[in-house]
C-alpha cells in the first residue's frame, strides 16, 4: 500500500476497551505513544454517570499524563434509545456533559439516531421525523456550548444508508460524522426496496459520505450469515485492522491521499471473541488490554505499509 503522503493524522483509541479504570486506559495510550484518547466510559459508567468527585479524579488524572481528550462517546440516542420515548434521557445527559466536556476541552460528542424496531420492515415505520426533531434540539444545545456533535453510523436510523445519512445532515445544521469503518458491514443496505436486504459496503459509503466526516473509528471484521428480511444487525466476526471486509486499508490510503488531518481512533470489539474461555476477570481484563496494544500496533503498522 502506497501513500500519496505522508499521513497527517493522529491517533487515538476509545480508552475502555483497554481498561475500566482512566488510569488502565491512560497506561495504553501512552504505551502505544498516542498523545490522545476517546473517552466513553470509566469504571463501566458513562461519563454523565460519574459522581463529582470522580469526574475531576479523571480530568486530573489526564492533565497530569498530559493526554488530551479528542471526543466522548456519548449514550445520547444511542442504538439502546427509543425516539419516543428518551429526550428528556437525553436532554438530561447533555445538561450534564457540556459542562464536563467544557472542562476536559473535548470538541466533539458522539451521538446516534436511535435504535431500531427488529421487526421493522418499512423505512416509514421508523418515523425519521421524530428522530430528527429531537436530535435537532439535543444538537442545537451542544453547538450552542461551541462543541460539535458527530453522528456515528453505527445500527440506527442514519447508518442504515447513504440516504438516511444525508437525511440527518440536510436537516441538523452543524451536526457532521463519525465514520466507522466496521459499522456499514453491520448493517442492512436500504438503498434496495424490499428484502432480502444486501450488506452495506464500507468503501462505497465511504465514497459518498467522506466530505461530512470530522473523525474515524476503526473497526474490522468478516461477514457471515444469510441476508436478513427485516432490518436486524448483520452477522459479522471482528477481526484485526486489515484482517476483514471492512476496506480498512483503502479508506486509510484515501484518508492520507485527501489530507485528512484529525483522529483516527481504534474501537477493537475483538477481545471479547478471543477471549470467551478466559473466567478470570483480571485475566479477561488483561486479555483486553493486550488486544488493545496489538490493535493499535497493527493499525499503525497498516499505515506504514507493512500489511498491503
Same mark, same amino acid.
Given at each position: 500500500?502506497?501513500?500519496?503522503?505522508?499521513?497527517?493524522?493522529?491517533?487515538?483509541?476509545?480508552?475502555?476497551?483497554?481498561?475500566?479504570?482512566?488510569?488502565?486506559?491512560?497506561?495504553?495510550?501512552?504505551?502505544?505513544?498516542?498523545?490522545?484518547?476517546?473517552?466513553?466510559?470509566?469504571?463501566?459508567?458513562?461519563?454523565?454517570?460519574?459522581?463529582?468527585?470522580?469526574?475531576?479524579?479523571?480530568?486530573?488524572?489526564?492533565?497530569?499524563?498530559?493526554?488530551?481528550?479528542?471526543?466522548?462517546?456519548?449514550?445520547?440516542?444511542?442504538?439502546?434509545?427509543?425516539?419516543?420515548?428518551?429526550?428528556?434521557?437525553?436532554?438530561?445527559?447533555?445538561?450534564?456533559?457540556?459542562?464536563?466536556?467544557?472542562?476536559?476541552?473535548?470538541?466533539?460528542?458522539?451521538?446516534?439516531? @436511535?435504535?431500531?424496531? $427488529?421487526? !421493522?420492515?418499512? %423505512? #416509514?415505520? /421508523?418515523? &425519521?421525523?421524530?428522530?430528527?426533531?429531537?436530535?435537532?434540539?439535543?444538537?442545537?444545545?451542544?453547538?450552542?456550548?461551541?462543541?460539535?456533535?458527530?453522528?456515528?453510523?453505527?445500527?440506527? @436510523?442514519?447508518?442504515? $444508508?447513504? !440516504?438516511?445519512? %444525508? #437525511?440527518? /445532515?440536510? &436537516?441538523?445544521?452543524?451536526?457532521?460524522?463519525?465514520?466507522?469503518?466496521?459499522?456499514?458491514?453491520?448493517?442492512?443496505?436500504?438503498?434496495?426496496?424490499?428484502?432480502?436486504?444486501?450488506?452495506?459496503?464500507?468503501?462505497?459509503?465511504?465514497?459518498?459520505?467522506?466530505?461530512?466526516?470530522?473523525?474515524?473509528?476503526?473497526?474490522?471484521?468478516?461477514?457471515?450469515?444469510?441476508?436478513?428480511?427485516?432490518?436486524?444487525?448483520?452477522?459479522?466476526?471482528?477481526?484485526?485492522?486489515?484482517?476483514?471486509?471492512?476496506?480498512?486499508?483503502?479508506?486509510?490510503?484515501?484518508?492520507?491521499?485527501?489530507?485528512?488531518?484529525?483522529?483516527?481512533?481504534?474501537?477493537?470489539?475483538?477481545?471479547?471473541?478471543?477471549?470467551?474461555?478466559?473466567?478470570?476477570?483480571?485475566?479477561?481484563?488483561?486479555?483486553?488490554?493486550?488486544?488493545?496494544?496489538?490493535?493499535?500496533?497493527?493499525?499503525?503498522?497498516?499505515?506504514?505499509?507493512?500489511?498491503?
Amino acid at each position: 500500500m502506497n501513500y500519496l503522503k505522508k499521513p497527517s493524522y493522529n491517533f487515538a483509541g476509545i480508552g475502555d476497551e483497554a481498561g475500566d479504570p482512566i488510569e488502565k486506559q491512560i497506561q495504553a495510550i501512552r504505551e502505544l505513544g498516542w498523545s490522545h484518547i476517546e473517552l466513553r466510559s470509566v469504571n463501566q459508567k458513562d461519563i454523565t454517570a460519574l459522581g463529582d468527585a470522580d469526574f475531576e479524579h479523571v480530568c486530573r488524572v489526564l492533565e497530569g499524563a498530559e493526554i488530551k481528550v479528542c471526543g466522548v462517546g456519548s449514550g445520547i440516542a444511542n442504538w439502546s434509545r427509543d425516539a419516543a420515548l428518551d429526550l428528556q434521557k437525553d436532554l438530561k445527559d447533555a445538561e450534564v456533559l457540556i459542562p464536563r466536556m467544557q472542562r476536559l476541552k473535548a470538541p466533539y460528542v458522539r451521538l446516534m439516531s @436511535y435504535k431500531i424496531d $427488529g421487526d !421493522a420492515t418499512s %423505512l #416509514e415505520s /421508523l418515523n &425519521a421525523k421524530l428522530r430528527i426533531e429531537n436530535l435537532k434540539v439535543v444538537c442545537q444545545l451542544f453547538l450552542d456550548a461551541g462543541i460539535t456533535p458527530l453522528h456515528e453510523n453505527c445500527f440506527n @436510523y442514519g447508518g442504515l $444508508g447513504v !440516504a438516511q445519512t %444525508l #437525511e440527518l /445532515l440536510e &436537516a441538523i445544521p452543524g451536526l457532521g460524522l463519525i465514520f466507522d469503518t466496521g459499522n456499514p458491514l453491520l448493517s442492512p443496505d436500504l438503498t434496495q426496496l424490499g428484502p432480502p436486504y444486501p450488506r452495506q459496503e464500507a468503501w462505497k459509503v465511504w465514497e459518498q459520505v467522506r466530505d461530512y466526516v470530522r473523525h474515524v473509528h476503526i473497526k474490522d471484521s468478516v461477514c457471515y450469515g444469510e441476508l436478513p428480511t427485516n432490518f436486524h444487525f448483520m452477522a459479522t466476526q471482528y477481526a484485526y485492522p486489515g484482517a476483514g471486509d471492512a476496506d480498512v486499508a483503502r479508506i486509510l490510503n484515501d484518508l492520507a491521499r485527501r489530507g485528512y488531518d484529525g483522529i483516527v481512533s481504534i474501537e477493537p470489539h475483538i477481545a471479547d471473541v478471543f477471549h470467551a474461555d478466559v473466567t478470570d476477570c483480571e485475566a479477561a481484563w488483561e486479555h483486553k488490554y493486550q488486544v488493545f496494544l496489538n490493535y493499535g500496533r497493527r493499525l499503525m503498522d497498516l499505515v506504514q505499509g507493512a500489511y498491503p
